[in-house]
């Protein structure tokens, strides 16, 4: 069965940590892993990373894609306030159609 | 990022009665999913909308309680039929937009469902 599990299900950290967010994945056919974040209804695209592009980074935000372990993290460097949402990871496969399927989610809460 | 909209915003229905969600979306976007978030939980893709044809249905999913159309490359509908108040949940609409071999996935704001 194809699954994405995302460690931790949350996160208490203080303004300024750094954090480091897991995702792991069994899919056949895999073709990319998508980070979203999520503060109120529509997540927000992040990163995608694939087997040509296993590192992304936008400012304090990276990610790096893990082919070998079927994982990914995704690192918060300096987190605000504003940081605190729920971080969702996806993987893109091909099961006789192109789809997604969605990890549980990490709640990153930010105390200032 | 590809534009998305999706109406209604939000909607407060009886039990029993249908709603019908619209999603238009760029001309980038190439394909196009119905997810659904129930409170507390991560998405669960429904089907994916299939242009000019019948969508493709998850598990757990049937045409009858979910029905989709996808008459053109760039609009979508999903209505929620026979509503009940477990059927309470945000409802999303997303375009899948081809980078090189890859697909990047982007969400419309979202439908906010309540059922009494």
């Known amino acids: 069965e194809d699954k994405v599990v995302q460690s931790p299900l949350s996160l208490v950290v203080h303004e300024g940590d750094t954090v480091t967010l897991n995702c792991s994945y069994e899919?056949?056919?895999?073709?990319?892993l998508l980070w979203y974040k999520q503060e109120k209804k529509a997540p927000t695209f992040l990163f995608m990373l694939?087997?040509?592009?296993i590192e992304k980074k936008s400012g304090r935000l990276s990610s790096i894609l893990d082919k070998k372990e079927l994982s990914s993290i995704l690192n918060i460097t300096a987190t605000q306030t504003g940081d605190s949402a729920i971080y969702l990871c996806?993987?893109?496969?091909?099961?006789?159609?192109?789809?997604?399927?969605f990890g549980t989610g990490t709640r990153l809460k930010v105390l200032a | 990022s590809a534009v998305i909209s999706q109406k209604p915003s939000r909607d407060i229905c009886q039990r029993g009665t249908s709603l019908t969600i619209q999603c238009q979306v760029d001309?980038?976007?190439?394909?196009m999913f119905w997810y659904r978030q129930q409170p507390g939980q991560s998405l669960t893709l429904i089907a994916t909308?299939?242009?000019?044809?019948?969508?493709?249905?998850e598990s757990g999913f049937v045409i009858d309680k979910f029905p989709i159309s996808r008459p053109n490359l760039t609009f979508s509908t999903l209505t929620v039929s026979n509503m009940s108040p477990e059927d309470s949940s945000i409802y999303l609409c997303?375009?899948?937009?081809?980078?090189?071999?890859?697909?990047?996935?982007?969400f419309g704001p979202g439908t906010r469902l309540t059922v009494l």
């Open positions: 996806a993987v893109g496969f091909f099961s006789g159609t192109y789809k997604y399927i």
């Open positions: 899919v056949t056919n895999f073709r990319s």
């Open positions: 694939t087997s040509s592009g």
């Open positions: 001309s980038q976007v190439t394909m």
């Open positions: 909308a299939n242009q000019g044809s019948e969508a493709t249905y």
């Open positions: 997303s375009g899948g937009r081809q980078i090189s071999s890859y697909n990047e996935q982007f």
